[in-house]
C-alpha cells in the first residue's frame, strides 16, 4: 500500500480562535506560532526553534483542529496522516512509507500531523507479541524526528500517551494536554456555536460530559430537528 493514498485530504481552514483551549494551552501555541513566523531571526541568535509537539488527551477536544489551526496561521501546508490506518502487515513496508511523508514534509517545510502515534509508538518491549520488526519501527520513528528540520513542523497526537515509548516523548520540545471541558467551557462552546443560528432555532437541551466534538453533534442534530419542525408546520399551513 502506497501510504501518499492515506494521506487524508482536508481543505477545512482553522484559526486557533474556532478551537476552543484552555488558557494555557493557547499562551503555549501562540509562543509557537510567533517563533517560527520570526525562525530566521531566532536563529540568527542562535535559539533553537521549537517543532517537535505532541498532543495528547481525550478524542474530541481539539488535537486536530489545532493542528490545522497552526498550519493555517503559518500558511503551509498540512499533511495529516491517521497511523491506525497504516500499520502494515509488512511493518518494513511501513517503516518505509512512513519515511516518505517525513521526506514530503521536509522538502515541503509543511505541517506534519500524525494522528494516533501510539499505534506505532508503543514502548519497545511493552507488549507479549512485541516483535523485532515493531521495536525497529519505534527506532526508525526516533531517528526520523532527530533529523527533521527546523524550518518544518511536526505534531503528534494520542488520547494513549501512556503507552508510547519514553525515548520518543522526549523528542517532543512541546506537550499540550487536553483535558474534556468544564461545563462552563462547554457553555461557552455552546453559546458560539448556536449564536449562528435564529433564537427559535437555537433553543435545544445541553448535554454535559461530553467532548467538544460530541457536543457539537449534538447540537446540530437539534438544531436540524428545529428546523426540521418549522419546515413541517410551515407545510402543514
Known sequence: MNLYDLIIQDK???????VFLETQ??????QLIKEHT??????????????????????????????KAIANALGKNIII???????????GETSQNIKMIFDKASR????????????????RGSDDKDVGEMRRLVNTLIQLIDYFPDNALLLCATNHPEIIDTALLRR??????????SNEFLDTFYDNLLSKFPEDLNK??????????????????????????????????
Open 108 to 123: 515541503e517545510r509543511s505541517v506534519l500531523f500524525l494522528d494516533e502515534l501510539d499505534q506505532i509508538g508503543k514502548a
Open 38 to 67: 520570526y525562525i530566521k531571526e531566532l536563529q540568527e541568535y542562535g535559539l533553537p526553534v521549537n517543532n517537535k509537539v505532541f498532543l495528547q488527551g481525550r478524542s474530541g477536544c481539539g488535537k486536530t483542529m489545532t493542528a
Open 81 to 91: 496522516l491517521n497511523l491506525s490506518n497504516i500499520v502494515s502487515s509488512r511493518i
Open 204 to 237: 435545544i437541551e445541553r448535554k454535559y460530559n461530553i467532548s467538544f466534538a460530541e457536543a457539537k453533534d449534538h447540537a446540530l442534530t437539534l438544531v436540524k430537528s428545529n428546523v426540521i419542525r418549522k419546515l413541517e408546520r410551515n407545510a402543514a399551513n
Open 25 to 30: 494551552n493557547k499562551e503555549q501555541l501562540m
Open 172 to 181: 517532543f520540545q512541546l506537550k499540550i494536554n487536553y483535558k474534556m471541558p
Open 12 to 18: 477545512e481552514e482553522v484559526t486557533l480562535n474556532d
